[in-house]
């Protein structure tokens, strides 16, 4: 990737990293409970 400035990133971050950041969420607190 290009090093971008921070308000293109801001702009870009704002669709596809949400819905990353969502399923890892999920993810993350479906293995803290299947563990405790």
Do not use: G, K, N, W
């Not at 990293?17 to 999920?26: G, R």
């Amino acid at each position: 990737y290009d090093h971008r400035p921070d308000q293109v990133l801001t702009e870009e971050t704002v669709t596809e990293p949400t819905l990353y950041s969502t399923l890892l969420i999920s993810i993350f607190f479906i293995v803290a409970s299947s563990r405790y």
